[in-house]
């Protein structure tokens, strides 16, 4: 099988439109004005996309999520003007790619970058007004040794009250008024009548979402002092005394504690702290600038892993586009010879690694590398035991040992593509001009290879620089480098190093932190790319 | 025009057809008996992982037989559950109610995404372990079901029932025995595993975090005289040492050596027991040794379930968990569905004649609660690095001391 020189460059713009003309000027396509068939199997496919695109665009709506209402709206009306008008060619075949595109990438992007600029992680969750709720609720504690009073939710005039049972007294009393008693009862449970109060039926309370957070919220003080505490339910039919020591000021924006006098403040990095520094524990998500991008540099615990981890990046992005390159392409020169026997079998055993899931096989050779039991130690090294997961630079080689026996067969398959379709004439020329087998190779084959290769060679370069899988799998990102933040270790590349410092593997979370190095990495990444892209256009000269 | 009027007329028409087609639940009856609550038209959601899913199906059921109100459960991966239950809830997208280990209370408190729960009565029937592990600044914060530790698993074949008592005992034990390797220990290959390694820490007398009276502080306690003494115990034993303690030893190592009966002891969970046991080995379950000369303190991790703060349905929550999952008949259904140690008093002396669970019980009073507080997170990394680079061979007072320096600067 053959592969046409220019395929690579061509698959970048759409296949033409129009069918090979016959005859006249204009293709007898243009002429067709009826319903076809061709209309009709546009119409079915174009309302089952619109049946989807209602369904999405109601259910946000209903939803309230107006950010997808609107994105699902656009779309859909982008869908059915492209799809339905007679120009706009090209785009009714880029369309769902756009689409796609948008969705998984630029929105991803956008919203990566805007956590990037905030200190959204571990203790930073929520709004303000979450984090004033749970340091309240926090800040209640039960007051020692008190008992757990049967309990019912009454109201007098619009207010809600609360009626405990104690010792065959019943009390009742609301928010301002403190518990008095009202009159006394024999039964056990919760007061069945409590005089000058309804009493509110639990099963009303447990329909009504908003009464139930009424009565959640409700504080009915013991007595006439307040540090006696007050009345609190959790389920509506017992309560205990609570005592509060936390009060919200919304107009200064503090927290006191009434029983040590501390007053918190609201700070500008999303914190309540007091003046000697103490915090309380939840905060709140708020902007930082660029704090996040500015510590990526200048943290001193972070500069010198960090600069390890972006080395090793690019020395692994390289290396696993180069060395893979080289073994393809000599593997298919090899393999191109017809003097070899046996080539198709031995062609199909150099291409089996393409067939194994890199998933899968990181976690093979990470039990293969291993120093005291491993297959590789006991075969190649007669029992030694060679520290490949400890050591730093031996992990890394045995790191990139597997990626390359994972990548080569993907190389040798469109090199030898590419060297079938090389014109043995210009071949033939060079040996009688004289040149040997290296400048063959060297001037030849090697441009015409990369005119056609390129492109695949810059998409690697970008997918080896982000490749989680096989460094998660086999090793984790390796021995840890001592002293490191987040265990980052000598195999982390940094998307690996991202992943550690999210958290969601298990620390302390910092999305923002993460967030901002996801920015840099892109940027990274795409300068690259379109750097090398541009580059490309020269081979073209080749041609 | 007329094309694209047909055009529109069928999308229309195929539009809300479609659209029409979201479902309206079935309206339920109330059921009113002299107790239960009638919680018709309130749903609530509850996470769960695979294990436990069928446990909790029996007490939603019936609770939605006698409330009305109906149970959504929710199967997700353990691992995930923390993490999206602090992103989720802020967002008013949370469950109600989750399944979660006691350790994360701490990050879950600063992240302000839980509620305390009042158990009223109920209390009284759990372990008070169970019940200190979730509480937090005098809070309790969910409802216990299980406890889990870790204990010495020795081969009755080659080394007998009786519990060594101290780590040199168990050694000259599996040696006098001719086993291959007296013990395994999973070390997590390079990660390191610090929660294995802790009960022979605190026999040393280095306890994670220094306790006073309301429970851990913030504190580092494993530095000084008693961590040097267990760095230099830990280097002694690594490859570069013994050779017992090694890197090359992962989980999934580690079952195979004890149940080919290569390893006459190991430390383990009762998670693991299935795998050591599957080649036939015969076992006994003990107690950890003591390698320092203080009583060996693993960790104890309890698990429980949390409730929500921004729970629409708070009420409806609470009264799900204090009458419905804190019944013995719950209780039982969870310890058939996920076997480990039982909060709940009465079970737990119930299950105690299994050998087995007896042996994790008597492991887990001698064991310690996990420190709940949010500096936990942060000392993992950085504590299973050093106990890594500890067995490889690196100076023991050294790294331990760089540890130590580290983690104060880090939670400081």
Redesign the interface.
């Known amino acids: 099988m053959s592969v046409p020189q220019d395929t690579a460059t061509a698959q970048a713009a759409p296949p033409s439109p129009t069918p090979p003309t016959s005859g006249s000027g204009e293709p007898h396509g243009r002429r067709w004005n009826g319903v076809g068939w061709g209309f009709l199997v546009k119409l079915v496919l174009m309302a089952i996309v619109n049946a989807f695109g209602l369904m999405g665009i109601f259910a946000a709506a209903q939803a309230q999520s107006w950010i997808i209402f609107g994105a699902a709206v656009l779309l859909l009306a982008a869908a059915d003007i492209v799809y339905f008008t007679k120009r706009a060619l090209p785009l009714k075949y880029l369309l769902p790619g756009l689409g796609f595109l948008l969705v998984f990438q630029v929105f991803i992007f956008g919203y990566t970058a805007y956590i990037a600029f905030t200190n959204y992680g571990a203790g930073h969750v929520g709004s303000q007004e979450q984090a004033v709720q749970a340091a309240l609720s926090q800040g209640e504690r039960r007051v020692e040794g008190s008992p757990t009073f049967p309990l019912a939710v009454v109201e007098q005039g619009g207010t809600l009250g609360f009626a405990i049972v104690e010792d065959g007294e019943i009390k009742a009393g609301s928010a301002e008024a403190p518990l008095s008693v009202v009159g006394t009862t024999t039964a056990a449970g919760a007061p069945a009548e409590v005089p000058g109060w309804t009493i509110v039926p639990r099963n009303d309370i447990i329909s009504d979402q908003d009464l139930q957070k009424e009565v959640i919220a409700l504080r009915v003080p013991v007595s006439d002092d307040p540090n006696a505490g007050s009345i609190r339910t959790n389920d509506g039919s017992s309560g205990s005394i609570y005592r509060s020591t936390l009060e919200w000021d919304a107009a200064s924006q503090t927290i006191t504690d009434t029983a040590t006098g501390t007053v918190y403040r609201a700070t500008d990095s999303g914190n309540f702290a007091s003046d000697d520094g103490t915090m309380l524990p939840t905060g709140w998500t708020v902007h930082v600038g660029f704090d996040n991008f500015v510590r990526l540099f200048t943290d001193p615990a972070m500069i010198s892993p960090l600069a390890t981890v972006t080395l090793w990046t690019f020395a692994w992005a390289i290396l696993s586009v180069l060395v893979p390159f080289a073994m393809g392409l000599i593997f298919a020169i090899i393999f191109n010879d017809e003097r070899i026997k046996g080539r198709k079998i031995l062609r199909t055993l150099f291409i089996l690694p393409y067939a194994f899931p890199a998933f899968m096989s990181a976690l093979l050779f990470r039990g293969m590398f291993n120093a005291e039991f491993g297959v590789i130690n006991e075969f190649f090294f007669g029992g030694m035991n060679i520290d490949w997961l400890g050591d730093p630079w031996l992990a890394r080689f045995a790191v990139l040992f597997v990626n390359v026996w994972l990548t080569y067969p993907y190389y040798f398959l469109v090199c030898t593509g590419a060297i079938q379709a090389l014109p043995s004439d210009a071949l033939e020329a060079a040996s009688i001009d004289g040149a040997g087998r290296v400048r063959q190779l060297r001037s030849i084959i090697l441009p015409l290879v990369l005119v056609a290769t390129a492109p695949l060679l810059i998409s690697s370069f970008a997918f080896s620089f982000n490749n989680f899988t096989i460094i998660y799998m086999f090793n984790n990102g390796g021995p840890a480098i001592p002293g490191a933040p987040y265990a980052l270790g000598s195999t982390d590349i940094l998307i690996s190093a991202i992943w550690d410092i999210s958290g969601v593997s298990g620390g302390k979370a910092d999305y923002g932190l993460a967030s901002a190095l996801s920015i840099l990495v892109f940027i990274v990444v795409g300068l690259i790319s379109a750097l090398a892209f541009r580059q490309t256009k020269k081979l073209e000269e080749y041609q | 025009m007329r ?2 009027g ?2 529109i007329a ?2 229309a028409a ?6 029409g ?2 479902s309206t639940p079935p309206a339920t009856t ?1 059921t ?1 008996t002299e107790e239960a ?6 749903t609530l959601t509850v996470w769960t992982d695979e294990n436990r899913k069928p446990a909790i199906e029996a007490a939603a059921a019936t609770f939605e037989e006698e409330t009305g109100g109906k149970i959504e459960l929710v199967q997700k991966n353990f ?1 995930d559950i ?2 999206d239950f ?2 989720q809830v ?1 967002t008013g997208e949370g469950p109600d109610i989750t399944i979660g280990a006691h350790d994360w209370l ?2 879950l ?5 839980v ?4 158990l ?2 109920t209390a009284s029937s759990f372990a008070p372990v169970s019940l200190d592990a979730f509480t937090y ?3 309790l914060y969910a409802l216990p079901y299980s406890l889990e530790t870790i204990a010495l698993i020795q081969n009755t074949e080659l080394v007998g029932d009786d519990a060594p008592a101290t780590w040199d005992d168990a050694i000259a034990a599996a040696d006098a025995a001719g086993a291959k390797r007296p013990i395994v220990i999973n070390t997590g ?4 595993d610090a929660y294995t390694m802790y009960g022979f820490q605190t026999s040393f007398g280095a306890p994670v975090f220094v306790s006073d009276a309301d429970g851990y502080t913030s504190e580092v306690g494993m530095g000084g005289e008693a961590g040097t003494a267990f760095a230099e115990w830990l280097g002694a034993n690594g490859e570069k040492g013994t050779g017992d303690i ?3 030893i992962d989980y999934d ?1 580690n079952n195979e050596l004890f149940a080919s009966g290569d390893a006459a002891y190991t430390v383990q969970g009762p998670w693991a027991i299935e795998a050591l046991t599957a080649d036939g080995v015969e076992i006994k379950v003990n107690p950890i040794p003591s390698a320092g000369g203080e009583t060996a303190s693993p960790f104890v991790g309890v698990q429980g379930f949390y409730v929500s ?2 729970s ?5 929550a ?2 799900f968990l ?1 009458k419905y999952l804190a019944t013995y008949d719950a209780q039982k259904a969870l310890y058939e569905a996920d076997p480990r140690i039982p909060a709940w008093n009465d079970l737990a002396t119930e299950v105690s004649s299994d050998p087995v669970i007896a042996g994790f019980v008597a492991s887990s009073q001698n064991g310690v609660p996990m420190p709940n507080i ?1 500096e936990m ?2 000392v ?3 504590w ?2 050093a106990q ?2 500890i067995i ?1 061979g ?1 100076d023991p007072a050294g ?1 331990w001391d ?1 540890m130590i320096t ?1 983690l104060q ?2 939670i400081g």
């Open positions: 094309k694209m047909i055009g069928a999308l195929t539009g809300l057809l479609l659209a087609c979201s109330p009113e609550i009638d919680a018709s038209g309130v691992e923390r993490t602090t992103n802020p701490g990050s408190v600063q992240a302000g995404v509620s305390p729960v009042d009223t009565d600044e005098g809070q290959g390079q990660t390191g090694s890197t090359t190592t703060s921004q629409e349905n708070a009420l409806v609470q009264e204090t949010p997170g942060s993992w990394d950085l299973n690095a890594v680079q490889k690196a790294t760089k580290d600067a880090l």
